[in-house]
Structures are given as C-alpha cells and as structure tokens.
C-alpha cells in the first residue's frame, strides 16, 4: 500500500498514530563502561519509574538504583524526555547501566514484562520518520553514520542528515512544479497564451546529474575501498593477502589454482576500511571449476578501487592484459626480477610488505578523499535509482515537446518525475519500502 505524506521537510501531513511503547539496548553489544537501554512511546515513563525511585525531571541526568524482581539490578543514570522535542517525536527514556550484557538483558526483560515491546531493528528511526522528525533521505543517512568507515564519509552522511540532499531535492521539485503550474495554466486557458511554451528542464536535469555522480565516491567514503590481488596461479597472492592482514585468510601451497573462488579480508588504515579481495590465478583452463574462479576474478577486478598485479620472480612470465594501479614481483627472496615501476616483496620473509601497505594506504585515502563534502550526496541504491527515475522522465518530457506532442502529454512526464522526487524524500512512501530501509538498523537505533 502506498502512503502519501508531505510537510516543508519532506514529511507529515497524514501520519499513522503509534500507540505502544518500545525498548531496547541502544549500545553496542558487548562489555563495556555504559550500556544504555532506550524506551520510546507513550508509556515510556511510566514504564520505566515502575523500576526506578526517582521524581523525573525533563531532560536532567538523575541518580537512582534500578529494581527488579523486588532486588537492586544497577545503580543507573536515567534521562527523561518529553515529545515532541525528542528524537523520535514520542516520550523517551534513556537509562545508563554499567555495560555487562547479563544487566542489560535483564533491564530489557524487566521493561517489555512491565509492558513495553522489545523493538525491531531501527523502530526508533522509523517511528522518527512517522512522526515527522526526518525524511527518508535523513533517516538512511543515520545508518551511515554509524557504519562509515572514513572521516570524509561521516562528514557526509552528517550533512546529509543536516538536510544538505533534501533541500536540494526540495528546490528541484519546486522548480518542477512551476513548470508543471505554468502548463496546465496553458492546459486550462489556451487563449491567454499566443508564445510557445519554453519547458526549461535542462538546468535542473545537469543539477541532478550533478547529485547522480556522487554516488560511487559518497559510498567509497562510507563503505571502503576495495583491492584486488590479481595475478596468474602460484604467484603467491594468498600469501601476500596473508602477509598484509597479518595472519592465515588463505589456503596457501605450491599447487597452482588452489584458490578457486575469491577471499577477502579487511584492514584499517588510517581510519578507512580497506577490503582486500584474493582472487584465483587467471590463465586458460579447460577445467569447469576453475574457470568460473578465473570469471569471478576478472570480474573482482573490474568492481575494485585499486588493483594490485602481482608477478612471481622466479618466472619470466608475462603480466597478464588487465590494468594496474600496483605492479608487484613476489618471491624476491629467491631470485630477482627486475621491472619498471614494480615493487619487489616476499610474502614469505616480509621484506617489501610494508611498503606495499604503504602504497595502497596511500592510493586508498586519495580514493576516499577525491570528493568535495560540500556537495549534495547520494548515500544509497534507493536513492540512486528514484533520482535517475526521475531524470529519466524529465528527458523523456524533453523528447515529447521536441516531437511537437501537446503539452499535456508533456506534463504527463514532469509529474512522474514529481512522484519520483516524492518518494526519495518519503513525501509518499510503502510499508515495504521502510521495512527494507530500517531492517539495516541496529535494533536500538
């Protein structure tokens, strides 16, 4: 069922009351110095003072100890907030334990028996785009704040937060409106209009394409860069994998094609993930198996950021036909081989390694850092494909006014392009929809 919604933001003039009220541990899972239990929802209050001995003050950090089963279970620190100044728009709570699981579970256990739902994963999210506190665009963007993985990418998912994408796509969808007002005047009372209608959609079309290009380096930023190891069989690149994760990811022996399909594994550098992809020798092969680790290979090639080629230096074989951005010779404890450009490592005694952790650190931040945080950004697939929806239909408008079609045909395309725009902020949305977007939540956020 689709669901029309709208205010200035994006959000909120139908909206769907929520009656219950929710809990669940909003902290990381694991030890650790604070665990923090979250309620939200009309009873949120009441439920929580049921285990707390405190007169609660909006808003104020109080001191009280938390009972259950007629037994002190913590001393806490509990804050109480009243809708609508909250993140979700309800009455919330938030109480901090000392960070043990077995606490944490068992205030939950405690809350959801006095009456509270244990809640799904991102309910806090979604009830704050129900209530008007977010757009769609906002709420995916806390996802990836929470999971970006370099400092250019929190900048950019903060500022999508802050609204920097909605309000573009606020202003493209007024201009949209315009032109689509000024042809139904034109629809409504022909005889005041003697001029051709000029449906001036380029500027906004270039604007949005603009946005458009900014989703392979905004998700780089976010999700991290990813390497390939590329390279014919036996060149030692799982032992290079190894060599730079620091410990055994990939089965290595002398046997030429042991690695049928690709291994990854991932490392920090400088605060940025870095995914680096172990992929099976590429050669000619009439064997099925390994013919489909060589397809894999070189298409793990074409999705990577960076590509590392690495050359055995006991061979004199060629590299293979694939572009590189690192050109390595392994084996340089056995024997030397020299090339242009190429780094000589061994995988086995660890000389060069770091060095080739070096370079890749290098190229991996100027890959993340090749965009302008200024900028409008999309952060999402969702995203992507209803904007690119809605260019789509403004060339397809374009095209019928080119082709002397009458301009009601023409609106026909500026309106789904409106719809389009409607559903990226969450001014018309499904149920499917947002349960696809907040099953991505942790469940306390």
């Not at 009243?82 to 009455?91: I, L, M, Q, W």
């Not at 129900?130 to 963007?141: F, P, Q, S, T, V």
């Not at 060339?395 to 019928?400: G, I, L, N, P, V």
């Amino acid at each position: 069922m689709a669901i029309a919604v709208g205010m200035g933001t994006g959000v909120g003039d139908w909206l769907p009351m929520v009656s219950d009220t929710i809990v669940a541990i909003s902290t990381s899972i694991g030890r650790a110095a604070i665990g923090v239990v979250r309620l939200s929802g009309p009873n949120s209050w009441n439920y929580a003072l049921k285990h707390l001995k405190i007169l609660p003050k909006e808003r104020v950090a109080a001191y009280s100890k938390f009972t259950f089963e007629e037994k002190i279970l913590d001393d806490v620190i509990a804050i109480f907030y009243k809708s609508p100044n909250t993140y979700t728009g309800e009455d919330m709570v938030e109480i901090s334990f000392h960070g043990n699981p077995l606490v944490l579970s068992k205030a939950v256990r405690a809350l959801t028996e006095s009456g509270a739902r244990l809640a799904e994963r991102g309910e806090f999210t979604k009830r704050a785009f129900l209530n008007g506190k977010m757009d769609l665009i906002a709420a995916e963007a806390v996802e990836k704040l929470i999971d970006s993985t370099s400092d250019i990418g929190v900048e950019i998912a903060r500022k999508t937060m802050s609204g920097a994408l909605s309000k573009a796509i606020v202003r493209e969808r007024m201009n949209l409106l315009n032109t689509s007002a000024q042809i139904e005047a034109r629809i409504d009372y022909p005889d005041e209009f003697e001029d051709e209608f000029d449906l001036n959609i380029s500027p906004v079309i270039e604007r949005m394409e603009r946005i458009l290009s900014t989703y392979d380096p905004a998700m780089t930023a976010i999700e991290g860069v990813k390497v390939v190891l590329l390279g014919a069989p036996n060149v030692g690149k799982s032992s290079i994998l190894n060599a730079l994760v620091g410990k055994e990811r990939a089965i290595v022996t002398a046997i030429p094609g042991t690695t049928r399909d690709t291994v990854e594994a991932e490392i920090s550098v400088n605060g940025l993930k870095v995914k680096i992809v172990d992929t099976a020798g590429i050669r000619k092969t009439s064997d099925e198996v390994e013919k489909a680790g060589v397809a894999r290979a070189i298409m793990a090639a074409k999705e990577a950021h960076i590509k590392v080629h690495i050359l055995d230096a006991t061979s004199e074989e060629k590299p293979i036909e694939l572009p590189a951005d690192i050109m390595v010779v392994n084996k340089s404890d056995l024997a030397k081989r020299q090339m242009k450009d190429a780094l000589n490592v061994s995988a086995k005694t660890g000389y060069g390694i770091e060095e080739l952790r070096e370079r890749i650190s290098n190229l991996a931040k100027r890959v993340a850092e090749d965009v302008d945080s200024n900028e409008a950004f999309i952060i999402s697939e969702r995203q992507y494909q209803l904007l690119h929806k809605c260019v789509l239909e403004l060339k397809e408008s374009k095209r019928a006014q080119k082709m002397g079609y009458p301009v009601d045909v023409v609106d026909i395309n500026i309106r789904n392009a409106i719809e389009e725009l409607d559903s990226l902020v969450g001014r018309k949305y499904s149920e499917d929809i947002l349960d696809v977007i907040f099953s991505k939540f942790c469940v306390g956020k």
